[in-house]
């Protein structure tokens, strides 16, 4: 629909131009004086006395043509950051240059640009924002170039100068340069974006503020790294991959805060972006592992369809090995001062183990994770890495519970990845009553405990945590370095308590012989009318004879020395007793 606007003067148009949509009714003359274009329209048209052009190609529009239009009737047009842009775009479109008019709109709008633009961050930002909406002319006359070149420039001097006042008057730092002028980069498109940072950082912008910088812009382009699952094919899923694209880009080769590479990550694999934009951010992750918590490497995986697992536990074992081939590059280095083996690494390490357990404790709830999935990740650490398989064991525990139909040689391979003899005094009471480990699994806790409890009573405090004379770590109490050992006391206090335990175990299985034997007499005397030589007769006798034997092992007093012995073998005979 064409709209109509009024003339900007009483004399009658003698000329109607036609702007998109818009006709503008105006006079020959004046938009002939400024106007190069229009002059060589009007004199290479056919009809000498021609009443209408056209104008379609002008940046700006109808808005940009009217105000160029009443700066060539000698209206006083004011320039501002809104409209400078467009007008600058539309002069050089129209050729309202110096050859045509003295003070020509060309000319003015450089004037304002030089002036008023160039030389202010904030403005430069401002103006190079609306020109994007005058592609390609903004390019074509260089402005674009010269907007970010100037931001670029600028930035780096207000850098330089903000260090040489602190230093002049003694000053901590407590303002960064992107605290003002960066937080001002979100309103540009990604491009141009790109363009700013890359001219930044060439010019010599500290990468402190390049990353504070890249934090603010992945925030608010990403909505706060909310996980949109679209269509990969979706505009919006095609915008985030290039956003995160981007930034993985610009982020420079230093250590930045784990919380960003952990939000790029997860929308890189929710909208499927290039796997050298994934592999970076991994390793970017891997070689600070130990800053990590759970939730930052839980990184989704990029399907919809309810029959998959929740989480890429691939990318969790690409972040693992980077972080260990890091481990082992120290560990080849001759002149690293902080060896694997020294507190420092050491200490890394187990809070890598237990972020690793924490991450297996999460993905061990999905019922659609596959076991050897759960065993690969959980054999990736070595075995230097855990002082106590406790975290190991949970997340095993929670995938027998969550997947009970698995087959029982992959419940029995998961249970292989935990080492038992790293349980902790606690672990292990409960996995020997643990209904859903496979049985080689409880008699080795029974084996290993026993031994446990042996070296204690024999003074050997050191192997008393984990019952190996060869294991090259001292005794922990906790999770964690740092524990102390435990007192003989304690010991001593332990084994009172398994002996009261143990009474309580042999009362328990007086009072069921004694249910037994009244069941036996009775039983007895039904099968012996009916066949006296039946079978099930002699096993039920032979296993009554077992619980005698045990019946008359209540009247054994515990000693200290062997209690450990005493009461893992009646657990084992209670154990048995109970089945059968």
Same mark, same amino acid.
């Given at each position: ?12 148009? $003698? ?163 992107? $605290? ?216 095993? $525990? ?183």
């Amino acid at each position: 629909m064409k709209t109509s606007c009024r003339p900007l003067s009483d004399v009658s148009s $003698d000329l109607t131009v036609e702007v998109g949509t818009t006709n503008f009714s105006l006079h020959k003359f004046p938009l002939a004086s400024r106007s190069g274009k229009i002059r060589k329209l009007l004199s290479e048209a056919r009809d000498s006395k021609v009443t209408k052009i056209v104008l379609d190609a002008i940046p700006g529009g109808p808005e940009a043509f009217e105000l160029t239009a009443k700066f060539c009737y000698g209206v006083n047009v004011e320039l501002t950051l809104s409209n400078v842009a467009m007008l600058r775009c539309a002069s050089h479109h129209l050729e309202m240059t110096e050859d045509f008019s003295e003070k020509n709109l060309d000319h003015r709008t450089e004037v304002f640009i030089n002036d008023q633009v160039i030389p202010n961050i904030p403005n430069s930002i401002s103006v190079l924002h609306r020109c994007e909406a005058l592609l390609p002319e903004a390019e074509d006359i260089g402005l674009v170039d010269r907007l970010v070149s100037a931001i670029a420039s600028n930035a780096c001097k207000e850098q330089l100068t903000s260090s040489l006042s602190r230093l002049e008057h003694n000053r901590a730092p407590t303002e960064t340069t992107s $605290d003002w002028w960066g937080k001002s980069l979100p309103i540009l498109c990604l491009e141009f974006f790109r363009r700013v940072m890359s001219a930044a950082k060439s010019k010599g912008l500290k990468q402190e503020t390049t990353i504070n910088i890249l934090i603010d812009y992945a925030h608010k382009s990403l909505e706060g790294f909310v996980i949109v699952r679209d269509d990969v094919d979706s505009e919006s899923s095609k915008k985030r991959r290039l956003v995160v694209e981007t930034i993985v880009g610009l982020l420079p080769n230093r250590p930045v805060p784990i919380v960003l590479l952990s939000g790029l990550l997860k929308i890189a694999a929710t909208s499927s972006a290039s796997m050298a934009c994934r592999a970076d951010l991994e390793r970017r992750i891997g070689l600070q592992l130990d800053q990590a918590i759970v939730e930052d490497v839980l990184v989704p995986a990029n399907h919809n369809a309810s029959n998959h697992p929740l989480y890429d536990t691939d990318s969790m074992s690409r972040i693992l090995s980077a972080y260990l081939n890091l481990d082992e590059e120290v560990d080849e280095s001759d002149d690293y001062d902080d060896s694997p083996r020294s507190p420092k690494l050491k200490n890394l390490i187990f809070k890598v183990s237990k972020l690793l357990d924490g991450y297996l404790s999460e993905i061990a709830q999905d019922l659609n994770l596959a076991p050897s999935k759960f065993v690969a990740l959980a054999e990736l650490l070595p075995d230097h890495a855990r002082v106590v398989t406790d975290g190991l064991y949970r997340a095993v $525990d929670i995938f027998l519970k969550v997947h009970p139909n698995i087959k029982e040689s992959e419940r029995y391979r998961l249970c292989k990845t935990i080492d038992c003899q790293k349980l902790s005094q606690e672990a292990c009471t409960h996995a020997a009553q643990n209904e859903r480990l496979p049985v080689q699994m409880a008699v080795q806790v029974l084996y290993f405990e026993q031994i446990r409890l042996r070296n204690a009573m024999n003074g050997g405090n050191e192997q008393f945590f984990f019952g190996s004379s060869n294991f090259p770590y001292p005794q922990r109490s906790g999770s964690g370095p740092g524990s102390g050992t435990i007192s003989p006391r304690d010991n001593y206090a332990s084994v009172r308590r398994e002996n009261r335990e143990l009474k309580l175990e042999v009362a328990r299985m007086r009072m069921r012989l004694t249910d037994l034997e009244k069941d036996h007499v009775t039983m007895k005397q039904e099968l012996v009318k009916s066949n006296p030589a039946n079978r099930m007769l002699r096993s039920f006798t032979r296993k009554l004879g077992k619980l005698g034997f045990l019946f008359r092992m209540r009247e054994v007093k515990p000693r200290v020395s062997g209690v450990g012995l005493e009461n893992r073998f009646l657990f084992q005979r209670r154990r048995r007793h109970s089945i059968s």
